[in-house]
């Protein structure tokens, strides 16, 4: 990690993080091991005419699945080759029947597999896809990093990174932060997350009008909202003066500027049902 958040409370983490995030990034970029896997990214992903010639290009793949954060699936390559051989069109296909969406980036970020099952061999020596791809790379690299000392940041950091492909409760169920985003932040029963998964859509259209996303102020009251009873349910805070340390000996790093911690928040009074009527 660039900076650590550990010890600060959510909104204050993330007003951190937001105030530091381009210089986060350049850091990032600048370093030997990301800046080689970058570049090894560039170099031959231009080469990859098909889901088998990725998987054997160790690197390259490795760089797509940190990007799409499938770290954890790298050694499923036979699982992985599948997903990207299947039409998106087809609900019985592999990648429409596994309930992770993040399978289905993947899948439509590559596009080796056109709808009606056409093999397709992409264009990735377009730059501007290229850098698509090393940009969620690097913001996935941040989050990863952000959500293992503060997992309420990171949740509402997964909000913020797949708010814009949300067009129904389905998409928000099928990801695991986002359901816990949502039904936190709408003071709904953790309980729900255990029912028949059209009854949860049912609930939560009847808690809440999707539609209302399309106002990135609203995102942010969504998520001002969702820290402040996340942290009452989940506290993170813990070490306040080590984390002060740290921000303050990463200061001169981050280009020297300076950093406006001061954060006014509201007192919170809540129940859980009540939150968001």
Same mark, same amino acid.
Request: hydrophobic letters at 35%; proline letters at 4%.
């Given at each position: ?16 993080i937001d105030s530091t995030h381009d210089s986060q990034i350049e850091t990032l ?12 990214? %560039? ?17 390259v793949y490795s760089f797509v699945m940190k990007a799409f954060d499938l770290e ?31 399978? &289905? ?19 990735? $020596? ?13 913001? %996935?690299?941040?989050? $990863? ?22 067009? $129904? ?5 099928? $990801? ?25 859509? %049912? ?15 609203? %995102? ?13 349910? &989940? ?43």
């Open positions: 990690m660039v900076i650590s958040i550990s010890g600060l409370n959510s909104p204050l983490a993330l007003k951190l970029s600048a370093s030997g091991q990301h800046a080689r896997a970058v570049s090894v990214f %560039q170099e031959r992903i231009g080469s990859i005419t098909s889901p088998e010639d990725l998987v054997q290009d160790y690197e954890s699936q790298i050694f499923g390559k036979a699982i992985i080759r599948k997903v990207l051989e299947s039409d998106p069109s087809d609900s019985s296909s592999l990648v429409n029947r596994l309930t992770d969406d993040r399978f &289905n980036d993947l899948n439509e970020a590559l596009g080796f597999t056109a709808e009606g099952g056409e093999q397709v061999v992409p264009d990735f $020596n377009d730059p501007d896809w290229q850098q698509g791809i090393i940009d969620k790379y690097f913001e %996935q690299t941040l989050t $990863n990093g952000y959500t293992e000392e503060n997992e309420n940041v990171g949740i509402a950091l997964t909000f913020r990174n797949k708010v814009e492909s949300i067009d $129904n409760w389905y998409d928000v169920l099928k $990801n695991k932060d986002l359901s816990n985003f949502f039904i936190t932040a709408l003071g709904l029963p953790t309980e729900m997350a255990a029912i028949d998964v059209d009854k949860q859509a %049912q609930l939560l259209s009847k808690s809440y009008d999707l539609e209302k996303l399309s106002d990135p102020k609203e %995102q942010d009251r969504l998520v001002t909202r969702f820290l402040a009873i996340a942290d009452v349910q &989940n506290p993170q805070t813990s070490n306040i003066k080590s984390a002060a340390l740290t921000i303050l000996q990463n200061s001169s790093s981050l280009n020297s500027s300076l950093i406006q911690l001061s954060w006014d928040i509201p007192s919170v009074r809540f129940s859980s049902y009540s939150l968001y009527r």
